[in-house]
């Protein structure tokens, strides 16, 4: 299983890992009404607590139990499929492994036919079903889990802490987030929990969680925040709380709660390589959590503001290559055409280090600017060719991905000479059709071909690889290899610590420093 992964349970098919849920019972809110918070009075304590630290957790856990859910989805697979080992971490136990018999013999031969049969591509279609956790916020029937929990399911039921079985629809999902909203109809209102303030806490508090590991409904553990805003490269806004509180697969889409039994987080992933907990879990921040659930419950779908930027971070390599300091901010490697940025003139080499006046750093850049509605003009603080200016933008909305147009034929290479960068460990050659054509690139894409890198170098360390473009040194465009030679060389010359080259590969545009001072040449 891959390291960080959704947390999953296999019944034929593997469950997500949800988790437990919090806030206090609340009563029946109207239909359509905004997604509730915690409530303003003080909820009382809970009995015991002496400086956070409960002496027991169980008047907590009584009282939150009721508004976990177990989430069961079945799905119709076809054999051979994508979707037949889709979910990554549980796939080993999606069917059943086959017996050690002794080789050659008859018992061997008839399950080896029956496996084969069973993956094969024109096999019968199968029912597969998947176990999770989630828990209500409303008791109308609105329900919080994972995305992943009910991704391609046909049939969703939940299963409420009184055993009471009902048939759930998805509201609606967001990939991006892993979140999903659900609705079930009750004859009586259900119990609910609140969202709490997921910013107010800290590492080192307490938190509970409640869900469903290993289709174990109603598992209670406890643990404490182990680190805030953590990224896992799950996607692009990636903001976790860590905890220690023990998850495994069967509670994602469940909640972390705090010492009030107030939801500060929605579990959704672990750390692990075993498939079980080893203390380090992920869940996404209820202050992310609910503005995205409260679209989803008014439109079904989640709208999300834009700038139109490529950024990375501004390493001390790439701040001495710009003459920052220190390094900090959000380095524009591309900006996107009539995006917001480019309407604002935006520039590729920009550092952008406040956004409305606070200090941001590259990673969180996406993230910030997704929460912003769209229309509103958010003000930029960009460090741009050695002083700071304002750059006002306004928000746009975040548009579908395009699908890209398929290469032309090209013609064939006119066998221009490569130029031999050595001292930076990689060669390069100019971009022609026919190279446009052996590496997909589009007709429109300029610079230079990375032809070849030396192994080990100082290319090779930073990523470069055959078939990426050179498109700037020092925010100037090269069109040539003797272009890009000759800029390094008047770097080199005017005695730069380090050089920024901007690199357009598989991944899309990155800025990558080169020290020029020796120290690390091959």
Aim: with cysteine; charged share 20%; proline share 8%.
């Amino acid at each position: 299983m891959r390291l960080f992964s959704p947390l999953l349970r296999a019944g034929s098919l593997s469950c997500l890992l949800l988790a437990g849920v919090s806030g206090p019972v609340v009563a029946r809110a109207a239909e359509g009404a905004a997604l509730p918070t915690a409530p303003q009075a003080t909820t009382p304590p809970v009995a015991g607590r002496l400086n956070g630290a409960p002496d027991s957790f169980a008047d907590l856990a009584a009282r939150l139990l009721p508004a976990v859910v177990n989430v069961s989805t079945t799905q119709t697979v076809k054999s051979g499929s994508e979707d037949d080992d889709d979910e990554g971490d549980g796939g080993d136990d999606q069917l059943p492994q086959m017996p050690n018999f002794p080789q050659g013999s008859p018992f061997e031969k008839f399950f080896h036919d029956f496996m084969n049969r069973q993956n094969s591509p024109d096999g019968p279609p199968r029912r597969m079903q998947a176990l999770g956790s989630g828990f209500i916020i409303d008791p109308a029937g609105y329900i919080v889990t994972n995305n992943h929990v009910i991704r391609h399911a046909d049939k969703i039921t939940v299963t409420l802490q009184d055993n009471t079985v009902l048939t759930a629809r998805a509201v609606g999902h967001d990939d991006r987030t892993d979140l999903a909203l659900l609705k079930v109809e009750s004859k009586k209102p259900l119990p609910a929990v609140h969202f709490g303030d997921s910013d107010k806490r800290r590492v080192g508090d307490w938190v509970l969680a409640i869900g469903n590991p290993f289709g174990l409904s109603g598992t209670v553990t406890a643990g404490i925040i182990s680190s805030r805003g953590r990224n896992i490269d799950q996607g692009p806004y990636d903001d976790f709380i860590q905890t220690d509180a023990p998850i495994n697969k069967g509670n994602s889409g469940g909640p972390l709660f705090d010492m009030d039994g107030n939801v500060i987080g929605v579990n959704t992933a672990i750390y692990s390589p075993s498939g079980g907990s080893v203390g380090i879990g992920f869940s996404i921040p209820s202050n992310e959590a609910r503005g995205i659930l409260e679209q989803l419950r008014k439109t079904g779908k989640v709208s999300r503001g834009w700038l139109g930027v490529r950024i990375q971070n501004v390493t001390q390599d790439i701040a001495d290559g710009l003459g920052l300091s220190p390094a900090r901010g959000a380095l524009v490697a591309g900006v996107e055409k009539d995006g917001p940025a480019a309407k604002a003139k935006l520039q590729t080499g920009d550092v952008i280090q406040t956004l409305d006046g606070q200090p941001i750093e590259g990673k969180a850049l996406p993230r910030l600017s997704a929460q912003l509605p769209v229309g509103t003009v958010a003000h930029l603080g960009v460090w741009r060719h050695g002083k700071m200016v304002d750059v006002p933008v306004t928000i746009g909305m975040l548009p579908e991905p395009a699908a890209e147009p398929e290469a032309k034929p090209a013609a064939a290479p006119k066998g221009v000479a490569e130029v031999s960068l050595s001292a930076l460990g990689f060669s390069v050659g100019p971009l022609d059709a026919a190279a446009r054509q052996k590496y997909n690139l589009p007709s429109g894409q300029k610079g230079v071909l990375v032809t070849s890198v030396k192994d080990g170098g100082l290319a090779s360390d930073r990523g470069l690889r055959e078939g990426d473009v050179v498109t700037e040194v020092q925010q100037a465009e090269v069109t040539s290899p003797a272009d890009l030679k000759k800029r390094i060389e008047a770097a080199q010359k005017a005695h730069k610590k380090s050089i920024l080259l901007l690199v357009h590969d598989a991944d899309g545009l990155r800025w990558v420093p080169f020290p020029l001072n020796g120290e690390d040449t091959p």
